[in-house]
């Protein structure tokens, strides 16, 4: 079945680089996009990314001058990289998937916790 | 930049009353909307699709509606179960931008 599991550090000092992985199951890379979605304390959601079936990336503008998302189809993982966190920053990370026809994120992570903090 | 409004923020309903919440997009986004429901602790979960294609395993008492810019989430007869807070999304194109939110509290 489809699954998607994040991993990362829970812990990110300020002004550091984030990178979280996402591992996939059940589908391939390379017939799916999969999305970076994440979610500060008490906030809403905010879509962060996106890397297509094809290789393509897509991302928040608000976001593009310092994240990155890359993939290793091999492996079936899929990267998040962002630099010069701040506390706002602090949040709860989802990486998901596609429903068939693209219809919606219907397959997610559980999440993965990252706080800035000193 | 698209921009999702929903409204309202938060309403308080009693069981088996029919609610309903909307979304606004700042421009036609056609029928590329979802909506999703997600309860404290827990991933979003995928409920209606392309504005009124309700996701696999969804009970029929959440109905969606909308083309354009104007949408629609509609729970019928709701149920305890159903407090949450649910979002809606652009979907098919970048960026996917969701709304902020409205939050379901159950009298």
């Known amino acids: 079945q489809v699954q998607l599991k994040e991993s990362g550090p829970g812990l990110v000092q300020p002004s550091q680089t984030l990178s979280l992985t996402c591992t996939v199951s059940g589908f391939s890379l390379t017939s799916y996009n999969v999305h970076w979605v994440r979610q500060p304390p008490g906030k809403g959601l905010e879509w962060m990314g996106v890397?297509?079936?094809?290789?393509?990336?897509d991302y928040n503008s608000a976001l593009k001058p310092r994240l990155s998302i890359s993939r290793d189809t091999s492996k079936s993982q899929v990267f998040l990289t962002m630099n010069s966190l701040q506390t706002e920053d602090t949040g709860i990370y989802y990486c998901?998937?596609?429903?068939?026809?693209?219809?919606?994120?219907?397959?997610w992570g559980q999440g993965t916790l990252v706080t800035v903090s000193s | 930049n698209i921009v999702m409004t929903q409204s309202p923020k938060s309403m308080s309903i009693s069981v088996g009353d029919r609610v309903t919440m909307n979304c606004k997009a700042s421009?036609?986004?056609?029928?590329?909307i979802a909506w999703y429901q997600q309860k404290p602790g827990q991933s979003p979960k995928l409920l209606i699709y392309?504005?009124?294609n309700r996701y696999n395993g969804v009970p029929d008492r959440f109905t969606g509606s909308g083309y354009g810019t104007d949408f629609t989430l509609t729970i019928n007869s709701v149920q305890a179960e159903d407090a949450a807070f649910y979002y809606c999304q652009r979907i098919y194109n970048s960026p996917f931008t969701f709304g902020s939110g409205t939050k379901l509290e159950i009298k």
């Open positions: 890397i297509w079936s094809g290789g393509n990336t």
């Open positions: 998901n998937r596609n429903a068939p026809l693209g219809g919606g994120f219907a397959y």
């Open positions: 392309y504005a009124s």
């Open positions: 421009q036609n986004v056609y029928n590329n």
